[in-house]
């Protein structure tokens, strides 16, 4: 395929894991900023501000669109080591997926509890990426017909799981907890481990994100790839709407509200921890749609800034949570805490003001790594960043 083509496929992927690490960053300066107003997996609507809640539903795009472009990443990096593809592939995945997790439980849990030793560890959303790239590892080898089942099953019926549950200290406490059901596993006096990202879900995302990748192989007219995206993703919307309207699987149910505005707020309050059904069809489904989006304007200049970030993610994901650590506590130190127990902004609009001021600081720092990077690429460690 042209180098131009290439290029013009895999900006359409860097652009919009850029857009849903932009919303990341959105999400964390709220959790740094803004936590003196919590909110939950689902929201409370009553209680939770319609500026406040639209924000927090932008960030669940981030985490089913990483995963699954991490699978789609896969296959394309197999696909140019040509007959040995699969073999490069699964031993790069187990690989940075060992890395993943060994990064998460050190340098980011760090980041979130400045504790060392650490007495909590939250396993979150780069320890999910590793395991899922672990599993995807021996999974690939799988038929692809036989990969896309194993997919669709582990996200459409992971709920039929969800009144299953394990007392600790029950031998399945600790495995299911790992997979299914998150809590907190007490590894002694004062360690603790939390599974914030139950991982059976999100093997199905990866899975499906890796059989998508021939999709965007070499000889795959645009056009054909822009109809199938097209396809999956207003038929996933389409299948939310459906389940959600019918209200009887695929989530917690919703009720209306006092208001249309909560009621429509409601009716998106979907469930993270794990990702429900209804969660994925309707992040995914918006995720394909975006993706069809940039891959129909190749070098559309507004999409550069998003394909810079998305070239470095896991360098700005250490930087940026550092970055947001430092900066709570010298306003702490110079401010005081002025929401009880807490520095904070005194609404959202400070939450995306700090989060528009912060991405244009970092794109400078974050295109010059993604410019050596992409330069040296003799330097076999940076493939892990």
Same mark, same amino acid.
């Given at each position: 395929m042209p180098a131009q083509a290439t290029t013009t496929r895999l900006g359409a992927i860097d652009s919009l894991r850029g857009l849903v690490i932009v919303f990341m960053l959105l999400d964390h300066v709220r959790e740094t900023f803004f936590l003196h107003q919590q909110v939950t997996d689902p929201m409370v609507v009553a209680e939770t501000p319609p500026d406040l809640f639209f924000s927090r539903l932008l960030a669940h795009l981030c985490a089913p669109v990483f995963v699954f472009l991490t699978g789609l990443s896969a296959f394309l990096y197999g696909s140019r080591?040509?007959?040995a593809g699969r073999a490069a592939a699964s031993a790069f995945l187990f690989k940075r997926g060992l890395f993943l997790v060994l990064l998460e439980v050190t340098v980011v849990n760090f980041a979130w509890t400045f504790q060392f030793p650490p007495a909590k560890v939250f396993l979150q959303v +780069?320890?999910?990426i590793g395991l899922s790239m672990i599993a995807l590892s021996a999974l690939l080898w799988l038929p692809r017909r036989a990969l896309i089942a194993m997919g669709v099953v582990l996200v459409a019926g992971h709920n039929l799981l969800d009144t299953l549950h394990f007392p600790a200290g029950h031998p399945m406490y600790v495995p299911w907890a790992v @997979?299914?059901?998150?809590?907190? +596993? %007490?590894? *002694? %006096? *004062?360690l603790r481990l939390r599974t914030s990202y139950p991982l059976l879900p999100w093997i199905g995302v990866i899975a499906l994100g890796y059989a998508a990748g021939p999709w965007f192989g070499t000889g795959v007219d645009a056009a054909q790839r822009q109809r199938r995206l097209l396809g999956w993703g207003l038929g996933l919307i389409a299948g939310f709407m459906v389940l959600r309207t019918l209200n009887f699987y695929g989530d917690k149910p919703w009720v209306s509200g006092e208001t249309g505005l909560q009621t429509l707020?409601?009716?998106v309050n979907i469930t993270k921890y794990p990702p429900s059904l209804l969660f994925i069809a309707l992040t995914l489904g918006i995720g394909l749609l975006l993706l069809?989006?940039?891959?129909?304007? #190749?070098?559309a200049a507004? @999409?550069? #800034?998003?394909a810079v970030f998305g070239a470095a993610p896991m360098f700005f994901y250490v @930087?940026? @949570?550092y970055l947001l650590k430092f900066l709570y506590l010298g306003a702490e130190a110079i401010w005081g805490r002025n929401h009880g127990g807490y520095f904070g902004f005194d609404g959202m609009g400070g939450v995306w003001l700090c989060t528009l001021v912060l991405a244009v600081a970092l794109y400078p720092v974050v295109k010059s790594f993604a410019a050596f990077k992409a330069r040296r690429r003799d330097l076999a460690w940076l493939k892990y960043l």
């Amino acid at each position: 395929m042209p180098a131009q083509a290439t290029t013009t496929r895999l900006g359409a992927i860097d652009s919009l894991r850029g857009l849903v690490i932009v919303f990341m960053l959105l999400d964390h300066v709220r959790e740094t900023f803004f936590l003196h107003q919590q909110v939950t997996d689902p929201m409370v609507v009553a209680e939770t501000p319609p500026d406040l809640f639209f924000s927090r539903l932008l960030a669940h795009l981030c985490a089913p669109v990483f995963v699954f472009l991490t699978g789609l990443s896969a296959f394309l990096y197999g696909s140019r080591h040509g007959d040995a593809g699969r073999a490069a592939a699964s031993a790069f995945l187990f690989k940075r997926g060992l890395f993943l997790v060994l990064l998460e439980v050190t340098v980011v849990n760090f980041a979130w509890t400045f504790q060392f030793p650490p007495a909590k560890v939250f396993l979150q959303v +780069i320890w999910v990426i590793g395991l899922s790239m672990i599993a995807l590892s021996a999974l690939l080898w799988l038929p692809r017909r036989a990969l896309i089942a194993m997919g669709v099953v582990l996200v459409a019926g992971h709920n039929l799981l969800d009144t299953l549950h394990f007392p600790a200290g029950h031998p399945m406490y600790v495995p299911w907890a790992v @997979l299914h059901d998150r809590g907190w +596993i %007490e590894l *002694s %006096e *004062s360690l603790r481990l939390r599974t914030s990202y139950p991982l059976l879900p999100w093997i199905g995302v990866i899975a499906l994100g890796y059989a998508a990748g021939p999709w965007f192989g070499t000889g795959v007219d645009a056009a054909q790839r822009q109809r199938r995206l097209l396809g999956w993703g207003l038929g996933l919307i389409a299948g939310f709407m459906v389940l959600r309207t019918l209200n009887f699987y695929g989530d917690k149910p919703w009720v209306s509200g006092e208001t249309g505005l909560q009621t429509l707020m409601g009716f998106v309050n979907i469930t993270k921890y794990p990702p429900s059904l209804l969660f994925i069809a309707l992040t995914l489904g918006i995720g394909l749609l975006l993706l069809r989006a940039f891959d129909r304007r #190749p070098g559309a200049a507004w @999409l550069r #800034p998003l394909a810079v970030f998305g070239a470095a993610p896991m360098f700005f994901y250490v @930087l940026h @949570l550092y970055l947001l650590k430092f900066l709570y506590l010298g306003a702490e130190a110079i401010w005081g805490r002025n929401h009880g127990g807490y520095f904070g902004f005194d609404g959202m609009g400070g939450v995306w003001l700090c989060t528009l001021v912060l991405a244009v600081a970092l794109y400078p720092v974050v295109k010059s790594f993604a410019a050596f990077k992409a330069r040296r690429r003799d330097l076999a460690w940076l493939k892990y960043l």
